[in-house]
């Protein structure tokens, strides 16, 4: 007489996760979320201003490379991440290529992706690079906002306009513009508002909210640099 078995479980429910795996993963998602935000930024930077059309046809690069790794189990990850990348580089070779004499249609353009991110999302699918671009963009959201909140448009559009021999003098007077106790509390204020946002971030077990907060917390170390470049110009 045959005796009853239970179903044997698929091979991915076989499988036992330790805890230590799960961590790692989602560090390793941290770190390759806040190198893209913050390498690449200054790769960008210098080559959009000289050929901002090779800048602009690298989206290409990131597109295809994007797609072509989702279709390979072993380089899924990547492929997701470079996805939601290719959105955060295509609004920067657009806007630092042609528009960045105009500040008043900055965010418009670093949102160009969102509404491909919301249909991905809506699906339920690539939600890694999804939400690192979400990240990167309200990182950018913010910055912008404290732009607007301490008046350092017209400095923005200076520095924008003259030559980079002249920058200097355009950088100096926004130091002098922020060197106040205001300008400094709200500072403060947003910058606790990126830091608050990366750390609940990182209490979640899901990967794509790591995604998030190294896109968050990565916008604070470029913003610093660029003030510290401007400090020293």
Do not use: C
Not at 80 to 94: E, H, P, R, V, Y
Not at 186 to 210: C, D, E, F, N, P
């Amino acid at each position: 007489m045959l005796s009853e078995t239970s179903p044997q479980p698929k091979l991915t429910e076989r499988l036992t996760v330790t805890s230590e795996q799960p961590q790692a993963s989602r560090l390793h998602t941290f770190l390759a979320s806040a190198f893209l935000v913050s390498v690449p930024v200054f790769i960008q930077a210098p080559l959009v201003r000289l050929q901002p059309w090779v800048s602009l046809s690298i989206t290409l690069v990131w597109l295809l490379s994007g797609l072509s790794m989702l279709r390979q189990p072993a380089l899924k990850f990547w492929g997701d991440l470079a996805l939601g990348f290719t959105w955060t580089w295509l609004a920067g070779s657009l806007y630092w290529g042609w528009l960045r004499q105009n500040p008043y249609v900055h965010l418009p353009v670093e949102a160009i992706g969102l509404p491909i991110v919301i249909i991905f999302l809506s699906q339920n699918r690539l939600k890694i690079g999804s939400y690192f671009y979400i990240g990167s963009l309200l990182g950018t959201v913010i910055t912008d906002l404290y732009f607007y909140w301490v008046d350092l448009i017209p400095y923005w559009q200076q520095v924008m306009q003259v030559e980079p021999s002249a920058a200097g003098d355009v950088l100096q007077a926004a130091l002098r513009q922020i060197s106040n106790p205001i300008a400094a509390a709200r500072a403060l204020l947003l910058l606790t508002v990126l830091v608050v946002l990366g750390i609940m971030s990182i209490k979640s077990t899901q990967v794509y909210w790591w995604a998030f907060s190294g896109a968050i917390v990565s916008t604070i170390l470029v913003d610093a640099l660029f003030l510290v470049a401007a400090m020293v110009a």
